[in-house]
Protein backbone atom coordinates (compact mmCIF):
# COMPACT_ATOMS: atom_id res chain seq x y z
CA UNK A 1 0.00 0.00 0.00
CA UNK A 2 1.19 3.27 -0.74
CA UNK A 3 2.26 6.29 1.01
CA UNK A 4 2.24 9.93 0.47
CA UNK A 5 3.60 12.18 2.96
CA UNK A 6 3.51 15.92 2.45
CA UNK A 7 5.72 18.54 3.73
CA UNK A 8 7.02 22.12 3.87
CA UNK A 9 3.95 23.82 4.02
CA UNK A 10 3.69 26.97 6.93
CA UNK A 11 2.11 30.75 7.59
CA UNK A 12 4.13 33.10 4.73
CA UNK A 13 3.44 36.38 3.59
CA UNK A 14 1.28 37.58 0.75
CA UNK A 15 4.18 37.22 -2.00
CA UNK A 16 6.22 35.06 -0.29
CA UNK A 17 7.44 31.24 -1.45
CA UNK A 18 6.91 27.62 -0.49
CA UNK A 19 8.34 24.28 -1.50
CA UNK A 20 6.28 21.47 -0.80
CA UNK A 21 7.14 18.21 -0.79
CA UNK A 22 5.32 14.53 -1.31
CA UNK A 23 6.98 11.82 -0.51
CA UNK A 24 5.94 8.38 -1.24
CA UNK A 25 6.68 4.55 0.27
CA UNK A 26 5.18 1.72 -0.45
CA UNK A 27 5.41 2.36 -3.98
CA UNK A 28 7.77 3.54 -6.92
CA UNK A 29 6.50 7.06 -7.49
CA UNK A 30 8.36 7.05 -10.84
CA UNK A 31 6.27 4.69 -12.66
CA UNK A 32 2.73 7.27 -11.77
CA UNK A 33 1.71 10.15 -12.63
CA UNK A 34 0.83 12.41 -9.34
CA UNK A 35 -1.08 15.28 -8.67
CA UNK A 36 -1.63 18.10 -5.68
CA UNK A 37 -5.02 19.35 -4.31
CA UNK A 38 -5.94 21.54 -1.97
CA UNK A 39 -9.18 22.29 0.05
CA UNK A 40 -9.72 25.14 1.89
CA UNK A 41 -11.82 25.54 4.86
CA UNK A 42 -15.59 24.98 4.04
CA UNK A 43 -14.56 24.47 0.42
CA UNK A 44 -14.45 21.78 -2.48
CA UNK A 45 -11.07 19.96 -2.89
CA UNK A 46 -9.61 21.17 -5.86
CA UNK A 47 -7.09 20.33 -7.93
CA UNK A 48 -3.34 22.45 -8.43
CA UNK A 49 -1.25 20.73 -10.61
CA UNK A 50 -0.01 17.61 -11.86
CA UNK A 51 2.86 15.94 -13.36
CA UNK A 52 2.41 12.82 -15.98
CA UNK A 53 4.71 9.82 -14.84
CA UNK A 54 7.38 10.63 -17.42
CA UNK A 55 7.71 14.34 -15.95
CA UNK A 56 7.63 15.62 -19.32
CA UNK A 57 4.01 17.37 -19.47
CA UNK A 58 2.28 19.55 -16.86
CA UNK A 59 -1.03 20.50 -15.71
CA UNK A 60 -2.22 23.65 -13.33
CA UNK A 61 -5.37 25.06 -12.78
CA UNK A 62 -5.68 28.64 -13.76
CA UNK A 63 -4.95 29.73 -10.40
CA UNK A 64 -1.59 28.25 -10.24
CA UNK A 65 -0.61 29.34 -13.74
CA UNK A 66 2.53 31.19 -13.71
CA UNK A 67 3.18 31.16 -9.89
CA UNK A 68 3.21 27.29 -9.52
CA UNK A 69 5.85 24.83 -10.42
CA UNK A 70 5.04 21.02 -10.20
CA UNK A 71 8.06 18.78 -10.55
CA UNK A 72 9.29 15.30 -9.54
CA UNK A 73 12.63 13.40 -8.38
CA UNK A 74 12.32 10.15 -9.19
CA UNK A 75 15.15 9.06 -7.28
CA UNK A 76 13.83 10.51 -4.18
CA UNK A 77 10.57 8.65 -4.76
CA UNK A 78 9.42 12.46 -4.35
CA UNK A 79 7.07 15.40 -6.05
CA UNK A 80 7.59 19.07 -5.42
CA UNK A 81 4.88 21.95 -5.57
CA UNK A 82 6.88 25.22 -6.31
CA UNK A 83 5.13 27.91 -4.89
CA UNK A 84 5.48 31.64 -5.85
CA UNK A 85 4.05 35.01 -5.25
CA UNK A 86 1.66 33.56 -3.04
CA UNK A 87 -2.02 35.21 -2.28
CA UNK A 88 -4.45 34.88 0.83
CA UNK A 89 -6.63 32.83 -1.36
CA UNK A 90 -3.87 30.28 -1.67
CA UNK A 91 -4.51 29.49 2.09
CA UNK A 92 -5.38 25.74 2.56
CA UNK A 93 -3.87 22.31 3.14
CA UNK A 94 -2.53 21.01 0.25
CA UNK A 95 -2.63 17.48 -0.42
CA UNK A 96 -0.47 15.11 -2.87
CA UNK A 97 -2.42 12.49 -4.29
CA UNK A 98 -1.94 9.19 -6.53
CA UNK A 99 -4.28 6.89 -8.66
CA UNK A 100 -3.81 3.79 -9.47
CA UNK A 101 -4.64 4.29 -13.06
CA UNK A 102 -2.36 7.26 -12.91
CA UNK A 103 -0.10 4.00 -13.88
CA UNK A 104 2.19 5.89 -16.78
CA UNK A 105 -0.08 7.94 -17.35
CA UNK A 106 0.15 11.64 -19.30
CA UNK A 107 -2.85 12.66 -18.68
CA UNK A 108 -3.67 12.98 -14.86
CA UNK A 109 -7.05 13.24 -13.81
CA UNK A 110 -8.32 17.24 -12.55
CA UNK A 111 -11.07 15.18 -10.45
CA UNK A 112 -10.14 14.36 -7.16
CA UNK A 113 -12.91 11.52 -6.67
CA UNK A 114 -10.57 9.63 -9.36
CA UNK A 115 -7.70 9.52 -6.60
CA UNK A 116 -7.45 6.68 -4.15
CA UNK A 117 -4.38 7.69 -2.78
CA UNK A 118 -3.90 10.39 -0.52
CA UNK A 119 -1.12 11.89 2.20
CA UNK A 120 -1.88 14.06 4.95
CA UNK A 121 -2.15 17.13 3.96
CA UNK A 122 -0.15 20.34 4.38
CA UNK A 123 -0.95 23.25 5.90
CA UNK A 124 -0.50 26.50 3.55
CA UNK A 125 -1.12 29.80 5.36
CA UNK A 126 -0.68 33.09 3.64
CA UNK A 127 -0.71 36.71 5.36
CA UNK A 128 -2.24 39.95 3.71
Known amino acids: QVQLVESGGGLVQAGGSLRLSCAAS????????MSWFRQAPGSEREFVAA????????YYADSAKGRFTISRDNAKNTVYLRMNGLKPEDTAVYYC?????????????????????WGQGTRVTVSS
Open 26 to 33: GRTLSSYA
Open 51 to 58: ISWSGITT
Open 97 to 117: AMSDRGYRSYYPSPVHGEYEN
